[in-house]
């Protein structure tokens, strides 16, 4: 049947969506079967975040062995960005520009589609990158490194989750095209509660640790999408990928202050 996705492809085409990994058994799949699947592989970002939350976490980790710990930082940063390829950096980036120097929703949708960064842009990834990295050195100065490492993993999972939060709450914005219009059309209720679910055993240690600390984020969180959902509606009708990318990396730096809020 043209278009159907076989059961094993979802998780494997979230992997493939979400970073430069290799995954060669999604070849043999179609394009109609790959955009099924990725409707479908929504609910599996979190997952996904974790992976990539739990090899910048060990990379930091081993680097901390030799060097210390704001380079180790950085450079678990600079691996992380390879395995993603930027995804959501850039994605910050694009946000920022767009948001900043359009006037209109056509100046929001063509500056978006921009692939030059301004100086919106130069500044609002500059902000994020040094924030997060600041957060994560003050996270491992101030935790034991296997609490340390949770946190840095928690962190991107729950990013990965906030992104399949707005693509329920927020439907595409109607000039919108592209495989990201497609999967955020097609991601509802299921899909949350899959990435809830997926979620739950990667934040479950941090909200053990710090049970208010993790009210705190969810609540911090919804009214984030609450606002976030009004402000897109209002300025373009709707979300788009770099919407997406943003609202994961709010959720990354969202969990970081709160550790590092509650750290001894």
Request: with cysteine; hydrophobic share 60%; net charge positive.
């Amino acid at each position: 049947m043209a278009g159907r996705c076989p059961s094993w492809a979802p998780p494997l085409l979230a992997v493939q969506f979400l970073t430069r990994l290799p995954v060669p058994a999604t070849d043999r799949l179609s394009a109609d079967a790959v955009r099924t699947g990725l409707t479908r592989a929504v609910g599996w970002f979190p997952l996904v975040g974790a992976l990539i939350g739990a090899v910048t976490a060990t990379s930091v980790i081993g680097a901390m062995a030799i060097w210390p710990v704001p380079v180790a930082v950085m450079l678990a940063l600079a691996i992380e960005a390879l395995l993603t390829g930027a995804f959501h950096e850039d994605a910050v980036a694009d946000f920022c520009d767009a948001f900043g120097g359009g006037q209109t929703a056509e100046d929001v949708r063509r500056i978006m589609k921009d692939s030059r960064i301004g100086s919106y842009g130069t500044v609002g990834l500059v902000l994020a990158l040094g924030l997060r990295a600041t957060l994560m050195v003050t996270v491992l100065e101030r935790f034991d490194p296997l609490s340390a490492a949770l946190v840095i993993t928690a962190s991107a999972c729950f990013g990965r989750w906030l992104i399949v939060a707005l693509m329920v709450s927020v439907n595409p914005a109607p000039s919108g095209t592209g495989l990201t219009k497609d999967i955020t059309a097609g991601a509802g209720l299921r899909s949350l509660a899959l990435a809830s679910l997926l979620a739950l055993p990667v934040l479950i240690p941090f909200a053990l640790h710090a049970p208010l600390a993790m009210i705190g984020i969810l609540a911090v969180s919804l009214a984030f999408l609450l606002w976030f959902r009004a402000f897109l509606l209002r300025r373009i009708g709707g979300s788009t990928g770099d919407c997406l990318g943003f609202a994961a990396y709010v959720g990354q730096l969202l969990l970081l202050l709160a550790a590092a809020a509650v750290a001894p």
